[in-house]
């Protein structure tokens, strides 16, 4: 048999059979929108979503809710620190964040009703009734992604933001800033149960969004150190 003729036969062959299994998995989401049966049908995989957060994961018949129009829609912009800055390590620092499409100082208890609630969109203003988070995680290289499941600070912006704008000290008394590194700072904007928000059209702006900034060690306390390292 003409070795074309068979290449081609073979291609064809993995497209009839790409081509089925994508079926397939459309089929599947169809389905679980047609009677809302996902996870009745999954519960060998999946736990229900019960209000607990479940590392393990958990199949959730909450419905998505109230989604604003796109004159409502939900968009951030971190003012504070300048994205590409360098400050200092192991100094407490302000994080400041215009949030803007968002009813903020909403949240239901993350304990025992995490993804219980469905989105809900404010009759009179028509925006989202939601809070924010603030996420710093250290960054090994430039092209490199982070494991999600590692941050070095995270922090819920529960209470109502003044003007638009949420203000977060990073650093305490006990535990001041960051060590030296590359850092990328994010938010993560969630409506009323921790639920990314949802928007009504894909294409669109972000509702969040993420800076990188540097640390380092302070030039007097490294200098410090390295007189002290000469002299010892």
Do not use: W
Request: proline fraction near 6%; charge should be neutral; charged fraction near 20%.
């Amino acid at each position: 048999m003409n070795s074309r003729f068979v290449f081609l036969l073979i291609v064809l062959a993995l497209a009839v059979t790409s081509s089925n299994a994508q079926q397939n998995v459309t089929d599947l989401f169809f389905l679980a929108e047609a009677d809302n049966n996902v996870c009745r049908d999954n519960a060998n995989r999946f736990e229900p979503t019960d209000g607990l957060q479940k590392a393990q994961g958990s199949c959730s018949d909450t419905v998505q809710g109230e989604i604003p129009d796109v004159d409502h829609m939900v968009s951030s912009l971190i003012i504070e620190p300048p994205n590409g800055c360098t400050l200092a390590a192991n100094k407490n620092f302000t994080v400041k964040i215009a949030t803007t499409g968002l009813i903020t100082g909403f949240f239901d208890n993350p304990v025992n009703q995490y993804y219980k609630f469905p989105q809900v969109v404010d009759k009179k203003t028509g925006f989202i009734f939601g809070h924010s988070h603030v996420t710093i995680q250290l960054l090994k290289s430039s092209t490199e992604t982070p494991d999600p499941r590692l941050f070095a600070f995270f922090k819920g912006l529960n209470d109502p933001a003044d003007n638009n704008v949420f203000t977060q000290v990073i650093g305490s008394a006990a535990n001041n800033g960051l060590p030296p590194g590359e850092y990328r700072i994010c938010t993560m904007v969630s409506s009323f149960a921790h639920q990314p928000t949802l928007m009504p059209v894909a294409q669109r702006g972000a509702q969040d969004d993420c800076i990188r900034i540097n640390v380092v060690e302070d030039s007097k306390k490294r200098r410090n150190a390295l007189n002290k390292k000469r002299n010892a």
